[in-house]
């Protein structure tokens, strides 16, 4: 298994897509193998330890503000972001199946863990 993570957002789910297309085989859980018709290793992408937002909520904020997305995204405070922060788990090294998980804070302040972002 490789994890890492990048500045940006974290891998979707492939699971439900395990077919071979165009030689780069979809593994049956998240991530995806980088050896073309193998199904190890496995690479996921746990996103970054940081508050993110999606292009479609840089939209609707620049929407609200009535304002452009650079103008929106300049104006904005890391406290208006999601409290939010995407990791992988792994599971019994058993049957290691990486999974995305995220690190959120729920609107009375609680922190869980959750399948995604959101209050």
Known sequence: MFVHGHTHLADRAQSGANQIS?????IAMEGFSPVRGKTT????NGGA??????????LRLADERKASPSD?????????LAPC?????????????????????AASGEWSIGPACGR
């Open 22 to 26: 165009g030689g780069l085989l979809k």
């Open 41 to 44: 290793p496995v690479a996921i």
């Open 49 to 58: 330890w940081q508050r993110t937002i999606t292009p479609v909520q840089l």
């Open 72 to 80: 929106a995204l300049r104006s904005l405070k890391i406290e208006e």
């Open 85 to 105: 922060y995407s990791f992988v788990q792994i599971g019994s090294m058993d049957e290691p199946a990486p999974s995305v998980r995220h690190w959120r804070q």
